[in-house]
């Protein structure tokens, strides 16, 4: 039950931040190797964000999820920051990618907790 958040100092249209959940959730389907049909993605663009002291295009990732292995986790942040690249401008060196493991038991959903 991976949940994505996403936070981006760069305004985006509903269709865009659309798009940009489809292909975070595609990506961290992918590289977590867990179902895109569990996946949950939410954006928060336009946001108010420095880095560095600046205000340029700039992104966080945020991924949570029961027993995430850090195996996948360089290809993840490769992908989701060249994700960031194209979709926002953002340069690598302005994303950040934060991989949080939920201890089982601390999750629920769909009636159970997992």
Partial sequence: MPLIQIRTNVPLSEEATNELLKKATTIAA???GKPESIMMATASTGAPMLFGGTDGP??????E??????DPANA???ALSELA?????????RVFVKLTNVPRGNWAGNRKVY
């Fill in 76 to 78: 993840l942040c490769l």
């Fill in 58 to 63: 700039t992104a966080l990732f945020e991924i």
């Fill in 85 to 93: 690249e194209a979709e926002l401008q953002a340069p690598a060196d």
């Fill in 65 to 70: 999820g029961i027993e995430l292995s850090s």
């Fill in 30 to 32: 992918r590289e977590l």
